[in-house]
């Protein structure tokens, strides 16, 4: 049960796009397309942004969008705000019934 | 509206036990699995159990298996879980969650081991 792999920070400029990468392995990310993302700011419970790999629940900005591609996951936000600095995580369905979270990526607006 | 309402966090010393509650709303609660998922202080997420949706099916981390036990009561639309034999690396805010998608989560619940 070993936790999916972010890259710990990543930063852009308002305006600009960057891209969270989520990489784990045939047993989970690779497997399956339960695989979804969250934000979290401070002190606050994380909120589902993106679902199923690439579905966004009513409410979320069209600037989040999510693929896949083998055993990588990718969160994409567009047109950076100063309100997305937060830590994102990725989850992933795994086998036997159980479920992994990625060890939380930082993102700083500049 | 969903709503999810962890209780029962608190102060516990090492070796001791404690149950937290998650009470829902807002949707047909037995028509759901659920799961607590945790999170040390500044660390990341970890799923720590989840419980299928007429609670047959029960799920453990390696880090809580035989030490934690989770259950739901359908009528009363309310999540638990059971904590023994508490270690410090417990020590962690507990959210509840609606699974699969975890699109709802609760406002977590502090549990705190120490002597």
């Known amino acids: 049960q070993s936790a999916l792999t972010q890259p710990a920070s990543v930063s852009g400029s308002p305006g600009q796009s960057i891209t969270i990468s989520c990489t784990g392995t045939n047993s989970d990310i690779g497997g399956y397309n339960y695989i979804s993302w969250y934000q979290q700011h401070p002190g606050k419970a994380p909120k589902l942004m993106i679902s199923?790999?690439?579905n966004r629940p009513s409410g979320v900005s069209n600037r989040f969008s999510g693929s896949k591609s083998g055993n990588t996951a990718s969160l994409t936000i567009s047109g950076l705000q100063a309100e997305d600095e937060a830590d994102y995580y990725c989850s992933s369905y795994a086998s036997s019934s159980t479920w992994l979270f990625g060890g939380g990526t930082k993102l700083t607006v500049l | 509206e969903v709503q999810l309402l962890e209780s029962g966090g608190g102060l516990v010393q090492p070796g001791g036990s404690l149950r937290l509650s998650c009470a829902a709303s807002?949707?047909?609660?037995?028509?759901?699995?659920m799961a607590w998922v945790r999170q040390a202080p500044g660390k990341g997420l970890l799923w720590v159990s989840s419980?299928?949706?007429?609670?047959?099916?029960?799920y453990y981390a390696d880090s809580v298996k035989g030490r934690f036990t989770i259950s739901r009561d359908n009528s009363k639309n309310t999540l638990y879980l059971q904590m023994n034999s508490l270690r410090a690396e417990d020590t962690a805010v507990y959210y509840c969650a609606r699974i699969t998608s975890f699109d709802y989560w609760g406002q977590g619940s502090l549990v705190t081991v120490s002597s």
């Open positions: 807002g949707f047909t609660f037995s028509t759901y699995a």
């Open positions: 419980i299928s949706g007429d609670g047959g099916g029960t």
């Open positions: 199923e790999v690439s």
